[in-house]
């Protein structure tokens, strides 16, 4: 029996050291997890007696008609569940494949799991969606709905129109409802979020469901963190998910469960020792300036096949210091010179690649900014650009006291106010945890 009300949250991330290694197996990323959280809240949609409904409904309250209805149905030959989108008033119908792919997914698994018929498996589910306020730029939300602690914005656009600041909203999401339909339906003995074996099944749900949304097998360490939370990330081979029927096809079902439930055919590694050490916190800033992430990933990827022996040579090296880094940073004792060395040799070889692939990984923009940080406020070790690199987004590691954060925050609305920009310090910090259960209060006022 499903219970009538689960939450469940899952981390941002944050990709410190390893951008575009991670996207090899011979190479791992060094990925932390944020304190910002997708929420999910499932909740029974309860009935008069003797009506019955074959209806899931997502919203996000946050945006402006944000609101998913869905009918499923058993698909034939084993095709697993398939989902039909319903129109919500009068409002015309507004895909969003992450959810329904989602959807699909974890509904699948769970019917394949828990060997039931459908019209046992699923009683009818509302599935309430809430973002910490951090994964969107805010200069047009109105103040915040009242709840616990502020966490939550109402913005007064549409969700396909809000900004987003890059700290991995989709992964934390396909997460964040994988694990909340697993544990609404599933007994605590088939599915736990907390243990080994729920990390495993949600991981690996998590990480094909992702993969089909987006249309590609990406390397995944976006899932990976939004599961274990902090971690030093090597990727699965994209193989494990070759030949993986599409939703409703034949067979479908039965081989989504044999790769969920196969973990010899699952080669991820994920390495929980990564950590920061007391008194250093990992910030965020938000850099309101895109950028296209995907044509600067093809481009060094083109110079990688152009220049093998040149790219292999530097990647190897680039890998030895962001191991460097993860020491660095996981020793409880490491002075702040180690971390301030380490994290230099990081971005110099980041900018080697840079000039060599002619991607703009750590503009100059940005280097200017990072090194004004790091001369000019007291209590900045070092940052780095995160990721792919770009101009929207820079990670710090800053002392952990609010003396350095309103120091930081002083800076920035300066150097904003001088260039003509908006560079701002996201209420955000690296965390460890990665999924876990949540108390209904958090979310007092949200509810229906």
């Given at each position: 029996?499903?219970?009538?009300?689960?939450?469940?949250?899952?981390?941002?991330?944050?990709?410190?050291?390893?951008g575009?290694?991670?996207?090899?197996?011979?190479?791992t990323?060094?990925?932390?997890?944020?304190?910002?959280?997708?929420?999910?809240?499932?909740?029974e949609i309860?009935?008069i007696?003797?009506?019955q409904?074959?209806?899931?409904?997502?919203?996000?309250?946050q945006f402006?008609?944000?609101?998913?209805?869905?009918?499923?149905?058993?698909?034939?030959?084993?095709?697993?569940?398939?989902?039909?989108?319903l129109?919500?008033?009068?409002?015309?119908?507004?895909?969003?494949?992450?959810?329904?792919?989602?959807?699909?997914?974890?509904?699948?698994?769970?019917?394949?799991?828990?060997?039931?018929?459908?019209?046992?498996?699923?009683?009818?589910?509302?599935?309430?969606?809430?973002?910490?306020?951090?994964?969107?730029?805010?200069?047009?939300?109105?103040?915040?709905?009242?709840?616990?602690?502020?966490?939550?914005?109402?913005?007064?656009?549409?969700?396909?129109?809000?900004?987003?600041?890059?700290?991995?909203?989709?992964?934390?999401?396909?997460?964040?409802?994988?694990?909340?339909l697993?544990?609404?339906y599933?007994?605590?003995?088939?599915?736990d979020?907390?243990?080994?074996?729920?990390?495993?099944?949600?991981?690996?749900?998590?990480?094909?469901?992702?993969?089909a949304?987006?249309?590609?097998?990406?390397?995944?360490?976006?899932?990976?963190?939004?599961?274990?939370?902090?971690?030093?990330?090597?990727?699965?081979?994209?193989?494990?998910?070759?030949?993986?029927?599409?939703v409703?096809?034949?067979?479908f079902?039965?081989?989504?469960?044999?790769?969920?439930?196969?973990?010899?055919?699952?080669?991820?590694?994920v390495?929980?020792?990564?950590?920061?050490?007391?008194?250093?916190?990992?910030?965020?800033?938000?850099?309101?300036?895109?950028?296209?992430?995907?044509?600067m990933?093809?481009?060094?990827?083109?110079?990688?096949?152009?220049?093998?022996?040149?790219s292999?040579?530097?990647?190897?090296?680039?890998?030895?210091?962001?191991?460097?880094?993860?020491?660095?940073?996981?020793?409880?004792?490491?002075?702040?010179?180690?971390?301030?060395?380490?994290?230099?040799?990081?971005?110099?070889?980041?900018?080697r690649?840079?000039?060599?692939?002619?991607?703009?990984?750590?503009?100059?923009?940005q280097?200017?900014?990072?090194?004004?940080?790091?001369?000019?406020?007291?209590?900045?070790?070092?940052?780095?650009?995160?990721?792919?690199?770009?101009?929207?987004?820079?990670?710090?590691?800053?002392?952990?006291?609010?003396?350095?954060?309103?120091?930081?925050?002083?800076?920035?609305?300066?150097?904003?106010?001088?260039h003509?920009?908006?560079?701002?310090?996201?209420?955000?910090?690296g965390?460890m945890?990665?999924?876990?259960?949540?108390?209904?209060e958090?979310?007092?006022?949200?509810?229906?």
């Amino acid at each position: 029996m499903p219970s009538s009300s689960t939450a469940v949250s899952a981390p941002g991330k944050v990709l410190l050291a390893g951008g575009y290694l991670v996207l090899d197996r011979q190479y791992t990323g060094l990925v932390f997890g944020l304190s910002a959280r997708i929420n999910v809240v499932a909740q029974e949609i309860r009935t008069i007696q003797g009506v019955q409904l074959s209806e899931i409904v997502v919203e996000s309250p946050q945006f402006l008609e944000a609101q998913w209805r869905y009918g499923y149905h058993l698909a034939p030959e084993d095709g697993g569940i398939k989902l039909t989108q319903l129109q919500v008033g009068s409002n015309e119908i507004n895909a969003n494949p992450f959810v329904e792919i989602t959807l699909a997914y974890a509904l699948t698994y769970i019917l394949s799991t828990a060997d039931l018929k459908p019209s046992h498996a699923f009683a009818p589910v509302r599935l309430t969606v809430l973002a910490d306020n951090a994964y969107y730029s805010q200069p047009h939300s109105s103040s915040p709905t009242p709840s616990a602690d502020g966490r939550f914005a109402k913005f007064p656009v549409k969700l396909r129109d809000a900004h987003k600041t890059g700290l991995g909203s989709s992964a934390a999401l396909v997460t964040a409802l994988t694990a909340a339909l697993l544990a609404h339906y599933l007994p605590r003995t088939a599915f736990d979020p907390a243990s080994d074996a729920g990390h495993r099944a949600l991981h690996n749900l998590a990480q094909a469901a992702h993969c089909a949304a987006q249309g590609k097998v990406g390397s995944g360490f976006d899932v990976a963190a939004a599961v274990y939370g902090s971690c030093a990330y090597r990727r699965f081979s994209p193989a494990v998910l070759a030949g993986l029927p599409d939703v409703g096809a034949p067979g479908f079902a039965p081989a989504l469960a044999a790769c969920v439930d196969s973990p010899a055919s699952w080669d991820t590694e994920v390495d929980k020792t990564a950590k920061m050490p007391p008194g250093v916190a990992l910030r965020m800033c938000d850099v309101d300036c895109g950028s296209q992430t995907v044509g600067m990933v093809k481009q060094v990827l083109r110079w990688r096949d152009a220049e093998p022996a040149a790219s292999r040579a530097l990647w190897d090296e680039l890998q030895a210091r962001n191991e460097e880094l993860g020491a660095a940073l996981g020793d409880n004792n490491a002075d702040e010179r180690k971390i301030v060395t380490a994290v230099g040799r990081v971005r110099a070889l980041v900018r080697r690649m840079g000039d060599a692939s002619g991607v703009p990984i750590e503009p100059p923009s940005q280097s200017a900014l990072l090194d004004a940080l790091r001369d000019g406020v007291d209590g900045v070790l070092e940052g780095v650009v995160p990721g792919a690199g770009g101009f929207d987004a820079l990670a710090l590691l800053v002392r952990d006291d609010e003396a350095t954060e309103a120091r930081v925050r002083d800076f920035l609305a300066r150097w904003s106010r001088k260039h003509d920009g908006s560079v701002r310090l996201l209420d955000v910090k690296g965390e460890m945890e990665g999924v876990r259960t949540e108390g209904l209060e958090l979310y007092d006022g949200w509810l229906s």
